[in-house]
């Protein structure tokens, strides 16, 4: 089971990214995904959900600015950023869980500079 994450980056405040999370081993078509975020000396937080059916939740710091979607077709989750701010530097994560066990991307680094 794996969860591979890409599309992390360097950009300006304002700008737009695209994170996108491949995920192998799994059903994915059935699984619920998730990204996550950790910054330097925070715990890591949810950022935003999709279950298998297409419904999203996002944490509020996100909402109307972050889009989380998937292509089942793909095995690809992904997740839009927009009007991206200095706060939102972290590492991405990506998650889902499988048999009872937590699955974790490796991460990709999002630097959004002032």
């Known amino acids: 089971v794996q969860l591979q994450a890409s599309g992390g980056g360097l950009v300006q405040a304002g700008g737009s990214l695209r994170l996108s999370c491949k995920a192998s081993?799994?059903?994915?078509?059935?699984?619920?995904m998730g990204w996550y975020r950790q910054a330097p000396g925070n715990q890591r937080e949810l950022v935003a959900t999709?279950?298998?059916?297409?419904?999203?939740n996002y944490t509020n710091s996100v909402k109307g600015r972050f889009l989380i979607s998937r292509d089942n077709a793909r095995n690809t989750v992904y997740l839009q950023m927009n009007s991206l701010k200095p706060d939102d530097t972290a590492v991405y994560y990506c998650?889902?869980?499988?048999?009872?066990?937590?699955?974790w991307g490796r991460g990709t680094l999002v630097t959004v500079s002032s």
């Open positions: 998650n889902t869980a499988w048999r009872g066990v937590q699955i």
């Open positions: 999709i279950s298998s059916g297409g419904s999203t």
């Open positions: 081993g799994i059903n994915f078509r059935i699984n619920a």
